[in-house]
């Protein structure tokens, strides 16, 4: 999910999404769907891109993957 956040910091659509995350088509329904739900990601004339929600989620994202990679 976090990689899909990432991939559409600029607006992206499906097709790209599918791609570039390596999903099929039923796991990217799924994933969007719930990144839609919780206001991570928006959807605007059949294009995704990261809200500023979605931002700070990445932002903590990698503040936590760097803490345990330190560990």
């Given at each position: 999910?976090a ?63 760097a ?5």
């Amino acid at each position: 999910m976090a990689e899909i956040l990432f991939y559409c910091t600029q607006q992206k659509t499906k097709t790209d999404i599918m791609y570039k995350v390596n999903l099929n088509y039923v796991q990217l329904k799924k994933h969007l769907a719930a990144l839609t739900f919780q206001d991570l990601l928006a959807i605007n004339k059949n294009k995704f891109a990261t809200t500023q929600k979605g931002c700070r989620f990445l932002e903590l994202f990698f503040q936590l993957n760097a803490m345990l990679e330190s560990c």
